[in-house]
Antibody
């Protein structure tokens, strides 16, 4: 059974760095072709893809935020991480992590329930 | 690739059929997925590759289209189908999503 669960600080101040953790089970990020992505959704708005990390540590970022994003993984502990630097109120959103299976196609077949993050002074 | 989804809101009764459109700003072949969003639940992948039902997706759901125009159809709506639906293209980076369609009970 594949599960993913996001965790984060809940609230942080503008200019701080947001650190998010995705803890997953039921698959391994060391398996050929597997990946994990991060997606966010401001309240009442649509979904925005942020970054993907792959089994071979290949990484892709949304160009609109690329300079502020860092994605990483800890394969032995079944975790993926996302850092967003210099946050602003516009980064207030629910953040999701999701699995990309090893079919060779980049859709997200399992999602976590999301973690709400508020940026406020 | 910009994804234009319509309508943004749809009201229907159980037993009815509905269709949701998703148009890509350029050809994405059949690299399109549909997701269902419900409060308090993880987003669910319904369809990938334009028309392939993900394991566990009821057969009343169907997807069609290729290139730039795609449709999600739900036949014989059941109460559990009232939710928000998103399309997503994964043909090229960055993956992009439609703006969503909220399906409500009439």
């Amino acid at each position: 059974q594949v599960t993913l669960k996001e965790s984060g600080p809940g609230i942080l101040q503008p200019s701080q760095t947001l650190s998010l953790t995705c803890t997953f089970s039921g698959f391994s990020l060391s398996t050929y072709g597997m990946g994990v992505g991060w997606i966010r959704q401001p309240s009442g708005k649509g979904l925005e893809w942020l970054a993907n990390i792959w089994w071979d540590d290949d990484k892709y970022y949304n160009p609109s935020l690329k300079n502020r994003l860092t994605i990483s993984k800890d394969t032995s502990n079944n975790q993926a991480f996302l850092k967003i630097t210099n946050v602003d109120t516009a980064d207030t959103a629910t953040y999701y992590c999701a699995r990309i299976d090893n079919s060779g196609y980049r859709y997200f077949d399992y999602w976590g329930q999301g973690v709400m993050v508020t940026v406020s002074s | 690739v910009q994804m234009t989804q319509s309508p943004s809101y749809l009201a229907a009764s159980p037993g009815e059929s509905v269709s949701i459109s998703c148009k890509a700003s350029k050809s994405i072949s059949n690299n399109l997925a549909w997701y269902q969003e419900k409060p308090g639940k993880a987003n669910k992948l319904l369809i990938h590759s334009g028309s392939t039902l993900q394991s566990g997706t009821p057969s009343r759901f169907s997807g069609s289209g290729s290139g730039t125009d795609f449709t999600l159809t739900i036949r014989s709506l059941e109460s559990e189908d009232f939710a928000v639906y998103y399309c997503q293209q994964y043909n090229e980076y960055p993956p992009t999503f439609g703006s969503g369609t909220k399906l409500e009970i009439k």
